[in-house]
């Protein structure tokens, strides 16, 4: 009996019972009773904040069978907002078998303000940029999600620029989750000519329909699955005039897999997923399918893992984090689609300027962290590889990099930074970039 209990407090059904009823054993037969345990109703408390339609985001619902898993959803749905705490008690009910959840609510304020600072940018549009997102938490009463943010270069004098502004709303439906992000990104820079200077800019439309399901989860381990619709539009112009056939508007789905499985003190994240290029929306041909060079109908496949594994040593607290990213393609792909190496989001230690890029390609970054003695700062030092390969690859000067970084990064009340030095540790000849490389990010969080 002790085992059966065991199985069904380990499947969540914590309140559920295997009971032995009086019987005659002399027949040889043991009968086994299971008395489930039901949810009579889930509430929040008194005092709490019920601004809030807790159906939506909970999905331990009244009636239901008490299961754990459900009610670790609906707090992980409440608490994926900054601004909210949740809390939760399991108490008997009224009758036998029914137990009530009460969970205690708590939200500070229904908006954030984020700024940022960083040296990200390019030379040619501008280095330094600068960024502001304003979060409205639960506008709806759904847990539901709504940011504005946008971005611009700080630096350069009108010959160049660089402008960003994204839109996103999500809201958690039990084990759903739906999401739409829309954004727009213009950027402008000076070319020397023989006849004089030239404005050559560009302007892409963004637009990512997503949906998601939790398959499984449990004490130690969730699995999702997710699914998204992307719609893109991409137009450049020479001093106004647009240049019509580098005119793109392309549309795919995609479907991923994503799990997370807790090891002790480690987390080991992987995921994979496939995109497919269609002709939804009025999409069209790209500009090189008319000479077999590439296709917008791309069929992309996607690998990922991150182990982050946190450890002591000689008294010290560090932490080590390995991060994996592949991509694979059994069609030559367009630029927005390849994949690319040689700057501080994949391979560290080049200053990004110049970056080798082609449909097929992967990277590993590898990061130890020391925990210092202030608190919340912790120095690091890291050491990237990456390669690409496949169609695009053929007049590239090579088609491997590796990289170092040290940093300091950390967080004191509402700022937090991350400042850093790099360098390349392996390039191919001819492919130029700083020696050393610097950057910085600082943000403010309200």
């Known amino acids: ?17 295997i009971l032995a009823p009086q019987q005659d054993l002399k027949s040889g037969v043991l009968r086994l009773v299971v008395m489930p345990g039901y ?34 959803q609906g707090l992980e749905n409440l608490q994926r907002l900054p601004t909210v705490q949740a809390s939760m008690e399991i108490v008997p009910g009224e009758t036998p078998g029914q137990s009530d959840i009460v969970i205690n609510r708590r939200q500070e304020r229904f908006w954030r303000v984020d700024a940022s600072l960083d040296d990200s940018g390019s030379n040619a549009t501008g280095r330094y940029q600068g960024n502001l997102t304003l979060s409205l938490d639960n506008p709806l009463a759904l847990s539901d999600l709504f940011y504005l943010s946008g971005s611009h270069n700080l630096d350069g004098n009108g010959g160049k620029s660089s402008k960003n502004l994204t839109g996103h709303y999500s809201i958690p439906l039990g084990y759903w989750q739906l999401g739409l992000t829309a954004s727009q990104y213009d950027y402008m820079q000076t070319v020397a000519g023989a006849n004089g200077d030239y404005q050559y800019s560009g302007k892409s439309k963004n637009v990512d329909f997503q949906m998601s399901r939790v398959l499984h989860r449990s004490g130690s381990q969730k699995t999702t699955l997710s699914a998204d619709v992307l719609a893109r539009e991409q137009r450049n112009f020479i001093n106004d005039t647009e240049i019509a056939v580098q005119r793109r508007q392309t549309a795919a789905w995609k479907l991923g897999l994503q ?26 041909p790209a500009p090189e399918e008319q000479w077999g060079e590439a296709t917008a109908l791309s069929k992309i496949l996607q690998f990922n893992a991150q182990l982050n594994l946190p450890f002591a040593l000689g008294g010290q607290n560090f932490r080590f984090t390995s991060r994996y990213q592949r991509q694979m393609s059994s069609t030559p792909l367009t630029s927005p689609d390849m994949f690319s190496i040689g700057n501080r989001w994949t391979v560290r230690g080049f200053d990004g300027e110049r970056t080798l890029t082609a449909s097929h390609g992967w990277y590993i970054r590898n990061d130890i962290a020391w925990s210092t003695p202030l608190p919340g700062q912790e120095f690091y030092l890291g ?25 300091l990064r950390g967080q004191y009340h509402r700022a937090s930074y991350d400042l850093f030095a790099g360098i390349p540790l392996a390039k191919p000849d001819g492919f130029k970039t700083d020696p050393t490389t610097f950057g910085f990010s600082v943000s403010w969080s309200y």
């Open 1 to 17: 009996m002790a085992q059966l209990q065991n199985i069904l407090i380990d499947r969540g059904y914590i309140t559920s019972r």
């Open 39 to 72: 949810i009579r109703e889930a509430r929040l408390t008194e005092d709490s904040d019920d601004y809030l339609w807790l159906a939506s985001a909970f999905p331990a619902t009244d009636g239901k069978l008490l299961d754990l898993r459900d009610i670790e």
């Open 259 to 284: 799990h997370r499985h807790y090891l002790g003190n480690a987390t080991l994240d992987a995921g994979v997923s496939y995109q497919r290029g269609t002709r939804w929306f009025g999409a069209q």
């Open 383 to 407: 050491a990237d590889y990456g390669e690409v390969g496949g169609a695009g690859s053929e007049t590239l000067v090579g088609k491997h990099l590796a990289g170092g970084v040290a940093g």
